[in-house]
């Protein structure tokens, strides 16, 4: 199902479209068939493993403020999350070391395709931290809740409780897809999937 973006909305160049969407959704996939159509994503997650991959710009804070989650390649993922899933305190110290950053990240990709007619912020939690105060509307990548559970507990170090515990941090996909402009659907054919995003392209691309 896709949905026409909100009256009123202001063509201004580059047009900003947010992507978002709970995790296991299909975000990422959703995010390359943007790409392909020739738009420029920001990948939050991506600039996200980047500073704190090896020699990441973020990796001596984290290490400073979290001993021992670092190493040669850069933070280890699975150390962190230990500490910091399912303790807000942690996980707010987390975030002012990232978020500052990635925000940099994102206002250097904006300057760089400032003459383009649509771009995207690929943002896990652009509801929850308030990004979708900063895009001119918003696609919600979704699909049913068994494939979702299902795409991720197929992950490395995956456990129910540690998707229950993600889950919590998130939005209810029910939420998320009443406040979208468009929904796209993963847990149709790829085929479908990438006719919604052609649809939505199109719709910001000037005339």
């Not at 991959?53 to 699975?78: H, K, M, N, S, Y």
């Not at 649509?118 to 001119?136: A, I, S």
């Amino acid at each position: 199902m896709t949905h026409y973006p909100r009256p009123g909305l202001r063509l201004r160049r580059p047009f900003i479209l947010g992507l978002t969407g709970s995790i296991g959704m299909g975000k990422s996939t959703a995010a390359a068939m943007f790409e392909r159509e020739g738009v420029p994503v920001f990948d939050a997650d991506a600039e996200v493993h980047r500073l704190q991959g090896p020699g990441g710009a973020l990796v001596a804070a984290i290490e400073a403020r979290f001993p021992g989650t670092t190493g040669p390649d850069g933070v280890d993922r699975q150390k962190l999350g230990a500490r910091v899933i399912g303790n807000g305190h942690e996980l707010g110290a987390l975030e002012a070391i990232v978020h500052p950053a990635v925000a940099k990240a994102q206002k250097r990709f904006l300057a760089r395709h400032r003459a383009r007619d649509v771009v995207v912020l690929d943002v896990p939690l652009l509801f929850e931290k308030g990004g979708w105060r900063k895009v001119g509307a918003i696609a919600v990548v979704s699909a049913p809740a068994w494939m979702q559970r299902k795409r991720v507990m197929r992950r490395p170090g995956m456990t129910m409780a540690k998707l229950k515990a993600i889950r919590r941090l998130q939005l209810p996909d029910r939420v998320k897809r009443s406040r979208a402009d468009f929904i796209i659907e993963t847990g149709r054919p790829k085929s479908e999937t990438r006719r919604q995003i052609r649809f939505i392209t199109s719709c910001f691309h000037a005339r």
